[in-house]
């Protein structure tokens, strides 16, 4: 069983619309949606949930009032500014360390466990997807993405799954290192532009750091040639393999308004390419 | 004020259009809070005159004081810390720290009976500030393998200059960077594209800043390429558009060589000070009502 994970550093620069297309190509496989914040595979895939769970995580403080003396104890050993000067706790800042509920001399605050999201395994015409969406203003991402990667892991072992594959996050930061540590293949989607190029270098770096066997594609590789070429050299230096340059098409937003995979919008042009692209990682 | 640009989705053109308005007011401070991928600087190029190493604090042991007791453990709410307290002549004894998964939140130091934890700096990424013309610049780059965006972007938030006004560019998503970053901004600008995956993450934006109470309007990038999905949901919930900015293949071009658009296409100067001023407006009618 091979793990892929298509990730990119900069956000919009192709990596549902790639995840989707290989979803297509690829045979008996589970896919999985990593970008648990703002998750959109499945509006090319459609998938029926089958099963629905709540995803709990962290701690939030709530002051109960009638008992509160209002010293200010938790106001001032709170470092996340999350409790008021009126003895609000503002839930979005709140990181549930709980150190206000160990000081506060009244026993006021009591922790109260989050409902942080929610994930699903859901049936698609390509197989099983794994999802999640998580809770609006929410935190624990990263523990959100580990949650759906371990289930496609284990329907993968299970149903004897060739492939999972993964739409991973933007950034570098704590969800994206979680989309991409263990698998066999970070594939990084870059584009052209000096904002793609910054940010698939900063990306590559955390996946050298976390040994994680990675290529790159460029996509509207047309956009401006010159630093097509340059992506092509940064690569070459850091041994990365480019396995594909994609041109700049229409077909992609057409395809997402369609809402349905590039390669079976079209079967010609950039289709062409990622189905080749296919070959060369699978 | 303080206006921050955001936008669920990534890569829809929320650098492009934090770094055109801001050209093209006066009096700007400019804070890029897309800690992970900064990118403003590419296209700002400011000159940076200082540059600091951002830390958050994490616990150290003295393990002469310590006597294993396990409260340190038992307080911190991330699992960061494992205590071994060994066997009765404490042979095999120890107390571990994992830096990555601890939050800097103080508990287990202020809580240790016998006062054996202190804590030092550990370094997350850097911080730098300096100047593009008379704009004001600031940004923060997380160091390669740390997870804890948001401590960092609260630090870049520090800088924040008053009486200027500032501009903050946001990472994507909806999760706890981009809520540290906008949080404490008077008015939002929502950047999204004419499509279903613009519309769904626009949707998710949008429940964020209403739960955060931020006022917003939202600015539609490519608006030519697409369907009508963005423009009617907009409508029907009376979210004010504050530009249309269509597809234009110079526009791409200049992107991708680092250059802000608002000086090849003039006419945009107008358009986004304009919009400046009419969120000034709206903010200016709210807060006298």
Redesign the interface.
């Known amino acids: 069983m091979k793990q892929i994970v298509v990730i990119?550093?900069?956000?919009?620069?192709g990596k549902?619309v790639l995840t989707a297309s290989f979803a297509s190509l690829a045979g008996n496989k589970v896919m999985v949606d990593c970008d648990?914040?703002?998750a959109?595979l499945h509006?090319l895939l459609k998938p029926e949930i089958k099963e629905r769970y709540e995803f709990r995580s962290?701690?939030t403080a709530r002051i109960d009032r009638d008992i509160c003396q209002e010293c200010g104890e938790c106001i001032s050993?709170c470092?996340?500014e999350a409790i008021s000067q009126d003895f609000k706790v503002d839930p979005?800042?709140c990181?549930?360390?709980?150190?206000c509920s160990?000081?506060c001399p009244a026993g006021a605050i009591v922790m109260e466990e989050n409902v942080s999201g929610e994930w699903y395994i859901s049936e698609t015409k390509y197989g099983p997807l794994v999802h999640a969406k998580?809770g609006?203003?929410?935190?624990n991402?990263?523990k959100l993405v580990a949650k759906v990667r371990q289930i496609a892991k284990e329907i993968a072992e299970r149903e004897g799954r060739d492939y999972v594959i993964i739409d991973g996050?933007?950034?570098?930061?704590?969800?994206?290192?979680a989309a991409i540590s263990g698998v066999d293949l970070a594939l990084i989607v870059t584009?052209?532009?000096?904002?793609?190029m910054?940010?698939m270098e900063?990306?590559a770096?955390?996946s050298k750091?976390?040994g994680v066997s990675t290529k790159v594609v460029i996509n509207k590789y047309d956009?401006?040639l010159k630093?097509s070429e340059t992506i092509k050299q940064i690569c070459e230096q850091a041994d990365i393999e480019v396995v594909a340059r994609l041109p700049f098409s229409?077909q992609v937003?057409e395809s997402?308004?369609q809402?349905i995979p590039l390669v079976e919008f079209s079967r010609n042009g950039i289709s062409g390419d990622i189905a080749l692209l296919w070959e060369r990682i699978k | 004020m303080i206006i921050s640009v955001a936008s669920g989705k990534g890569g829809t053109g929320k650098t492009t259009v934090a770094v055109n308005l801001a050209l093209s007011l006066t009096n700007v401070q400019f804070l890029d809070c897309d800690v992970e991928e900064p990118n403003a600087h590419l296209f700002l190029k400011p000159q940076i005159h200082t540059k600091k190493v951002a830390t958050i604090p994490i616990p150290q042991v003295d393990e002469s004081l310590c006597d294993y007791c396990g409260k340190c453990r038992e307080v911190c709410a991330y699992n960061a810390i494992a205590v071994f307290p060994g066997d009765e002549k404490k042979q095999g004894s120890g107390v571990l720290i994992f830096p990555h998964l601890c939050h800097g939140c103080g508990g287990c130091t202020l809580l240790c009976p016998r006062k054996a934890i202190h804590e030092v700096d550990k370094e997350i990424g850097v911080i730098e500030a300096g100047m593009c013309g008379d704009m004001h610049f600031v940004h923060g780059t997380l160091h390669i393998g740390e997870i804890m965006s948001p401590p960092l972007i609260r630090q870049v938030k520090q800088y924040i200059y008053r009486s200027r006004t500032v501009i903050i560019d946001a990472p994507p998503g909806t999760s706890c960077p981009v809520i540290g970053s906008v949080k404490g901004s008077d008015f939002c600008i929502l950047v999204t594209e004419p499509t279903p995956f613009g519309l769904h993450d626009l949707v998710l934006a949008v429940e964020v800043l209403e739960k955060m109470n931020i006022p917003f309007g939202v600015v539609i990038n490519r608006s030519d390429i697409g369907d009508g999905g963005v423009e009617n949901y907009c409508k029907s919930r009376h979210i004010p558009i504050l530009m249309h900015i269509p597809f234009d293949k110079e526009i791409a071009v200049l992107y991708s060589n680092g250059i802000p658009f608002v000086r090849e296409k003039k006419e945009y100067f107008r358009k986004f000070a304009d919009m400046f001023a009419a969120i000034g407006g709206a903010m200016n009618g709210k807060s006298s009502r």
């Open positions: 990119s550093g900069k956000g919009g620069t549902t648990v914040d703002a959109d509006l962290g701690v050993v470092r996340f979005v800042s990181e549930g360390c709980t150190i160990h000081v998580l609006i203003a929410e935190e991402s990263g996050p933007p950034g570098i930061g704590c969800p994206v290192i584009e052209p532009t000096l904002s793609g910054h940010d900063r990306v770096q955390v750091h976390f956009l401006n630093n229409r937003s997402i308004v809402g």
